[in-house]
């Protein structure tokens, strides 16, 4: 190998040579021959036969097929370095082609042709060159010594011949290809699988690098085969007729008895099945994610448009309660509409936490929570059911002052939805019962039970099942999904409790029963709530801003507010708030969170970045957004407070109570 001689292949040999690559050149004291793309096979077979091999073969720029001509000069020089300079422009394509080429081996680098490291990556490639030409003389010596002939004991000998002859049927008859390589990676054998897998049959002593699924990644294996490592693993994927195999390939190092290396042997497995059923269920799993996606962007958005027009009617109802408290029909009539909207708010949020409790999306905010304060409060939102059908509603809570660990609003929800059902199956002038007591195990036990219509013993099995009805008929007499108990089932066991139903049958009332694990003994941390007069007078000449994009929302609120005393400024948008914000001294600002052109998360970011801090200026986030990651997204977004429509009237007036009075207590 002449070490001073470059091989370079330029679009025009008759031309001069690019400045910049002829300034490294000249700085190594290299000569170039220089060969078009048409001839440069032949012209490197002439200089090898003449005793010139070139160090380096060093594909210039304008070459528009630099890997095909590097794949051709491979043919008839397999192992030497060579080195790729393509153009600025040129690279990221020569990058993206070379690296999906096979058979090139891993003595080739690349470097554009103004990278400053064009002089150090041609040095560097004669380097190689040099110490592969060593490393391949020390080789052939050690061949010529393991060729020469050794006594062999006859018995030995074949015993041998055995074995090899049970060896060569289990290779032959396996389904997996497997190939021999000698010292220097040519091909000295092949199983009849190699044939099957890749229909084709190598020669004998073919380079390994000519295989049809070789590539850089099996040469850069090879390379640490003959550096020791053994053995090594890999998967990859080639085409064979047009069809994508996709292999588990796997190289050992072959040694003598006195370790010297004499080859490596190959075994490729067809693993393609294995990695379609992977892509196959990946695709599905990546759907099935997108449809999940999908299903609860749906959700909110439904959640959002039905609550919306909800608290409308609910907000109003309740104001017309408030201004017309000495008209009884009208105050029987708003009782009724009030009651039916907020059934239809309770059938959405069942709906939705459905959907959220089979994902297992529904999280807890959990709080040691007074029992007694709990069951009140779930008495409390019923009355005027009971009321309305003319029940009696009886309670005996012999439970002192203990709590439990769990998530006020959630279990409020179980509560709700068994007292309902009680009520909406027991005819007027009935009772139900509702007691709470103390049993062994440190357990609190609540039980709800009613004169109503009872369940039969076939029906028993299926009471908490999503969607299951008795009575399922278009005649009958009882409205609802079939959903309540179901969810009050789960959000109970999420909350470590347990819910069991009896009815000894048709006509003699049902009976359920909650248990759950006692915290702590002491008062409940629910907050407490102010009485009306109370609410009013803390609300009194407060200035509040009301960011609101739905008209009818916007008027509910602001009616709603100023009846409490309070002065209300109205923005339609976030941007018009924005604008009130500098001209105007606030107390606090209500702002909804679906809004167009700036939503409510990115007004409250805007607020704080322009010096508004939450203890100075505290906001509330009014929205039909009512999940538990919306309320988290509220708080980490700046918000203070998060109230979900469509109850306004008394949890907005609550919480902006609850917020200033915690803004006009003194710093300790």
């Given amino acids: 190998m002449n070490y001073k001689l470059i091989f370079l292949i330029v679009p025009d040999p008759h031309a001069d040579i690019d400045g910049a690559l002829a300034q490294p050149l000249k700085e190594q004291q290299l000569d170039a021959v220089l060969a078009a793309p048409a001839n440069a096979v032949e012209s490197i077979q002439e200089l090898i036969g003449q005793g010139r091999e070139p160090s380096v073969v060093l594909v210039g720029p304008g070459i528009g097929n630099a890997a095909s001509v590097a794949r051709q000069i491979r043919t008839v020089w397999p192992v030497g370095q060579i080195l790729f300079v393509p153009a600025g422009e040129q690279f990221e394509a020569v990058q993206t082609e070379l690296r999906y080429v096979p058979m090139l081996g891993p003595n080739w680098s690349l470097v554009a042709l103004d990278d400053p490291r064009l002089g150090e990556k041609l040095t560097r490639a004669v380097q190689a060159s040099r110490q592969r030409s060593r490393l391949r003389t020390t080789l052939d010596r050690a ?9 062999v004991d006859s018995v030995a000998y074949r015993q041998s011949v055995i074995s090899e002859h049970y060896l060569a049927s289990l290779l032959q008859h396996s389904s997996d290809a497997i190939f021999s390589l000698g010292p220097r990676d040519n091909v000295l054998y092949w199983s009849t699988g190699a044939e099957r897998l890749f229909q084709c049959r190598p020669r004998h002593n073919q380079p390994a690098a000519e295989l049809p699924f070789w590539s850089a990644m099996l040469d850069a294996l090879l390379t640490r085969i003959h550096a020791g490592a053994s053995p090594l693993t890999a998967k990859m994927s080639t085409v064979i007729d047009a069809q994508t195999l996709h292999l588990e390939v796997s190289l050992a190092r072959v040694q003598d008895e006195t370790h010297t290396f004499i080859g490596t ?17 990946r695709a599905g799993r990546h759907n099935a994610e997108r449809l999940g996606r999908l299903k609860d962007e749906f959700l909110a958005l439904l959640s959002h448009e039905l609550r919306t027009p909800l608290s409308a009617v609910i907000g109003r109802t309740q104001l017309l309660r ?6 009884p029909d009208l105050q029987y009539s708003l009782n009724i509409i009030e009651r039916n909207a907020k059934l239809q708010a309770r059938l959405i949020e069942d709906l939705l936490d459905v959907s959220a409790i089979v994902t297992g999306k529904l999280t807890l905010e959990l709080r040691n929570i007074a029992v007694v304060d709990l069951l009140r409060a779930a008495t409390d939102s019923v009355q005027a059911m009971t009321d309305a059908r003319q029940l009696k509603l009886v309670t005996q809570y012999a439970v002192g002052a203990v709590t439990i660990a769990g998530d006020v609003h959630r279990l409020q929800q179980v509560l709700y939805n068994i007292l309902s059902n009680a009520i909406k199956f027991t005819p007027e002038g009935g009772t139900v019962h509702v007691r709470a007591s103390l049993v062994p195990h440190s357990l609190v036990q609540i039980v709800i039970e009613d004169t109503g219509c009872g369940i039969a013993a076939e029906f028993l099995p299926y009471v908490f099942d999503k969607f299951g009805q008795e009575d399922a008929s278009s005649t009958r007499r009882h409205g609802g999904l079939g959903i309540g108990l179901s969810i009050a089932k789960q959000l109970a066991e999420l909350h470590a409790g347990t819910i069991a139903v009896t009815s000894p049958g048709r006509g003699l009332g049902t009976s359920f029963t909650l248990r759950f694990p006692v915290a702590s003994a002491g008062d409940g941390t629910g907050p407490a709530r102010q009485h009306p007069a109370a609410q009013s007078r803390m609300l009194a000449r407060r200035r509040i801003l009301l960011v609101e994009d739905v008209a009818d929302t916007r008027e509910l609120v602001k009616d709603v507010l100023s009846a409490h005393g ?43 970045r322009r010096g508004f801090a939450g203890d100075t200026l505290p906001a509330v986030a009014l929205t039909a957004f009512a999940g538990t990651l919306d309320r988290q997204r509220a708080f980490d977004a700046g918000f203070q407070a998060h109230v979900a429509k469509p109850y306004i009237v008394t949890e907005l007036v609550a919480t902006l109570t609850a917020l200033l009075a915690r803004q006009d207590q003194p710093v300790r």
């Fill in 322 to 327: 408030i201004q017309h408290r000495d008209a």
């Fill in 566 to 608: 309070a002065h209300v400024l109205t923005a339609a948008s976030a941007l018009i708030a924005l604008d009130l914000l500098g001209s105007e001294a606030l107390d606090v600002v209500v702002s909804d969170i679906g809004m167009p052109q700036m939503d409510g998360y990115q007004l409250i970011g805007e607020i704080r």
């Fill in 265 to 281: 042997s190959i075994s490729a497995r067809d693993v393609s099945d294995v990695v379609r059923a992977i892509e196959t269920e």
């Fill in 143 to 151: 061949n010529v010594r393991l060729a020469a002939p050794k006594p």
